[in-house]
Nanobody, 125 residues
Framework: VQLQASGGGLVQAGGSLRLSCAAS????????VGWFRQAPGKEREFVGR????????YYADSVKGRFTISRDNAKSTVYLQMNSLKPEDTGAYYC???????????????????WGQGTQVTVSS
């Protein structure tokens, strides 16, 4: 699986951004996709996950109600819509694929086998 994240940028607090994760190399929809972020000096943090079927999502408490994950099967792309952004949302955002077909919601980075490069999100106060 190859993943390429894009869409990051600089935004003021309260603003919105939409990140994209373009996937290739394996049948789209045969794996779950997670989003993570990492601020300087901090560990990579789980943001949210879209199930393999695309029918369910799971979010970290810190972003619940503000972030939404969706996908476009025709474009083999997963999106992370981020609204009401806060300065603490700043960091490099990564998408990752979990091909284990587990029914358990995986929230740890080590549970994802394939990673895209990060895209930087900076939220100014």
């Amino acid at each position: 699986v190859q993943l390429q994240a894009s869409g990051g940028g600089l935004v003021q607090a309260g603003g919105s951004l939409r990140l994209s994760c373009a996937a290739s190399g394996r049948t789209f929809g045969s794996y779950a996709v997670g989003w993570f972020r990492q601020a300087p000096g901090k560990e990579r943090e789980f943001v949210g996950r879209l199930s393999r079927s695309g029918g369910s999502t799971y979010y970290a408490d810190s972003v619940k109600g503000r972030f939404t994950i969706s996908r476009d099967n025709a474009k083999s792309t997963v999106y992370l819509q981020m609204n009401s952004l806060k300065p603490e949302d700043t960091g490099a955002y990564y998408c990752a694929a979990d091909t284990t077909n587990s029914y358990t919601v995986h929230t740890m980075a080590r549970q994802y086998e394939y990673w895209g490069q990060g895209t930087q999100v900076t939220v100014s106060s």
